[in-house]
């Protein structure tokens, strides 16, 4: 079945890198996605990776993908201010079903 | 493209009233998924839907609830006779391939 796992919060100074990290279960998982969701609003796609990768780089964010251990990480280079949000870790099956984590807060201290 | 559009953005209803959400998808985009949010959660698939065909239902939190797609354009999530364990936000998101786009919810709150 499908389970994926985030720690709950993380808190980093304005400038420092973030590495956000998730574990999941299925090893069927065809695509893994981050998301950022701001209070009250929807969830916003940062980036996504496809299974058979190790890596994506996008601007400030970089994807790290271990499948053999199933595990996932989200760097964001120069963490801002505007960085603070929550950011759910995703991953689809065959089902095109997308299964989420609980989410990791992220607190940016000026 | 303004992206996914859900109205209303929020409801209030007292226990026991039907509620119905609308979903508008980005245009072109043939699938369209329903999730639910609790509060501290990630969302939780529902329901989807490949142009107007349900492709997936069994996720659906109990009989009460129901999705249509009648034209494979807008959605409407229904859930009937609500309870105070419905409270939520409830996420609308479409995609073409393997992207899914997410709208800004309509959050419940059942008294």
């Known amino acids: 079945g499908e389970d994926v796992e985030q720690s709950l919060f993380l808190s980093v100074r304005e400038g420092d890198s973030s590495v956000i990290n998730c574990t999941y279960t299925?090893?069927?998982?065809?695509?893994l996605y981050w998301y950022k969701q701001e209070p009250g609003a929807g969830l916003q796609l940062l980036t996504y990776i496809f299974s058979n990768m190790d890596m994506k780089q996008d601007q400030r964010l970089t994807v790290l993908l271990n499948k053999k251990d199933k595990h996932l990480s989200l760097r964001i280079a120069d963490t801002q201010t505007g960085d603070s949000a929550i950011y759910f870790c995703?991953?689809?099956?065959?089902?095109?079903?997308?299964?989420f984590g609980t989410g990791t807060r992220l607190t940016v201290i000026p | 493209d303004t992206g996914v559009s859900q109205n209303p953005r929020h409801k209030i209803t007292k226990r026991g009233q039907n509620v119905t959400f609308r979903c508008d998808p980005i245009?072109?985009?043939?699938?369209l998924y329903w999730y639910r949010q609790t509060l501290g959660q990630g969302p939780e698939f529902l329901t989807y839907f490949q142009n107007e065909a349900q492709l997936e239902k069994s996720r659906l939190l109990s009989d009460r609830f129901s999705a249509e797609r009648p034209k494979g354009s807008f959605s409407t999530l229904e859930i009937q006779r609500t309870e105070q364990g419905d409270s939520a936000m409830y996420l609308c998101a479409s995609s073409w391939q393997e992207t899914q786009y997410f709208g800004p919810g309509t959050r419940l709150l059942v008294l």
């Open positions: 299925d090893s069927s998982s065809t695509y």
């Open positions: 995703a991953e689809m099956t065959g089902a095109n079903n997308l299964f």
């Open positions: 245009s072109e985009h043939n699938r």
